[in-house]
């Protein structure tokens, strides 16, 4: 069975930086764009980072542009994201997703179907 699996969530304070892992099951998740989502209690889920099946594109809601950076690594199976002086608004549960579509060509931000878990991080003020 596919697992997306997130760890490195927790809590920190404003200005503090959290890096996020999310592994992959199966080696051929490197073959899939992947994304990092985030949803906070009574608010919508909303993307947060993707990154292209080869890393060549990536693309970062405006609220974490130059804060936030996301990565892949192949050998590892494993997408990051580090996040870096960190706000409270950023508290959410964040979640990890693959897109379904063998080595799409353009980033698709709507396109992701395989979930994780989540974990949550907590920003202190």
């Known amino acids: 069975q596919v697992q997306l699996v997130e760890s490195g969530g927790g809590l920190v304070q404003a200005g503090g930086s959290l890096r996020l892992s999310c592994a992959a099951s199966l080696r051929t998740f490197n073959n899939y764009a992947m994304a990092w989502f985030r949803q906070s209690p009574g608010k919508e889920r909303e993307l947060v980072a993707a990154?292209?099946?080869?890393?060549?594109?990536?693309t970062y809601a405006d609220s974490v542009k130059g804060r936030f950076t996301i990565s892949r690594d192949s050998a590892k199976i494993t997408v990051y994201l580090q996040m870096n002086n960190l706000k409270p608004e950023d508290t959410a549960g964040y979640y990890c997703a693959a897109d379904a579509t063998f080595q799409r060509e353009v980033l698709c931000t709507r396109c992701f179907e395989v979930w994780g878990q989540g974990t949550l991080v907590t920003v202190s003020s």
């Open positions: 990154i292209s099946w080869n890393g060549g594109s990536t």
